[in-house]
């Protein structure tokens, strides 16, 4: 069966350092990758999605970035972190070439930006 | 501007009665439509999807209704547990291999009371 793990669970990082958050996959083969934000209050807001290595869309400007060095490993990062940065990061994969998109999420990062 | 909405952001029901959870969309381009469950700290867990050919889907205590003229879904829960309380979402998205994005209501809070 497939497992999606992610680390850390938890962070706590001040403004203006670097992050790095990281997210790999189990028991399947090429899939889309996604990373979600959940601010307090909010919905899940779609970051950035991949569908193979070295292939990352954005879909929200920001100072995040995502990267895809192996086929089931999906990497956010940000060279200076903001207070706006705070929230709760998860990432989900889901089965290429379906006709219905249903996406797997993992535990999640809850990061504080202090 | 918000494509799928749900507009209530809390939901308290007995155990053993009917949840409803309800959701609204916009888009009338989406087709397809799903519901994930959340615990504080975890992530989305999928429950159960409808595609617009269809009207009805049932999963054991679990119903979504997809009303397409009104543009509206809704979850059933029937009989509910005091396991069920978390928070729902409601997400909509396009078929067809290449549609990648699911859009996302901000969620209800559903707390069954024992």
């Known amino acids: 069966s497939q497992t999606i793990h992610q680390w850390p669970a938890t962070l706590v990082q001040p403004v203006g350092s670097p992050l790095s958050l990281e997210c790999t996959v189990e028991?399947?083969?090429?899939?889309?990758l996604y990373w979600y934000r959940q601010a307090a209050g909010r919905g899940l807001q779609l970051l950035f999605y991949?569908?193979?290595?070295?292939?990352i869309s954005s879909e929200v400007p920001q100072n995040l970035s995502a990267s895809r060095p192996q086929d089931r490993q999906f990497i956010l990062s940000s060279k200076k972190l903001l207070l706006s940065d705070s929230g709760f990061y998860l990432c989900?994969?889901?089965?290429?070439?379906?006709?219905?998109?249903?996406?797997?999420f993992g535990p999640g990062t809850r990061l504080t930006v202090l | 501007d918000q494509q799928v909405k749900q507009n209530s952001p809390s939901l308290s029901v007995q155990e053993g009665r009917i949840s409803i959870l309800n959701c609204d969309y916009t888009?009338?381009?989406?087709?397809?439509f799903l519901w994930y469950k959340k615990y504080p700290a975890e992530g989305p867990t999928f429950l159960i999807s409808?595609?617009?050919?269809?009207d009805k889907n049932e999963d054991g205590r679990f119903t979504v209704f997809l009303n397409k003229s009104a543009k509206h879904l809704s979850l059933h829960i029937v009989p509910s547990q005091p396991g069920d309380s978390a928070v729902y979402f409601c997400?909509?998205?396009?078929?067809?291999?290449?549609?990648?994005?699911?859009?996302f209501g901000k969620g209800t809070k559903l707390s069954v009371i024992p």
């Open positions: 989900a994969w889901s089965v290429v070439d379906r006709d219905y998109n249903e996406q797997f």
């Open positions: 028991g399947t083969s090429n899939p889309n």
């Open positions: 991949s569908v193979g290595i070295g292939q």
């Open positions: 888009n009338s381009m989406f087709d397809y």
């Open positions: 409808i595609s617009s050919i269809k």
């Open positions: 997400a909509a998205s396009l078929s067809g291999a290449g549609s990648y994005q699911l859009t």
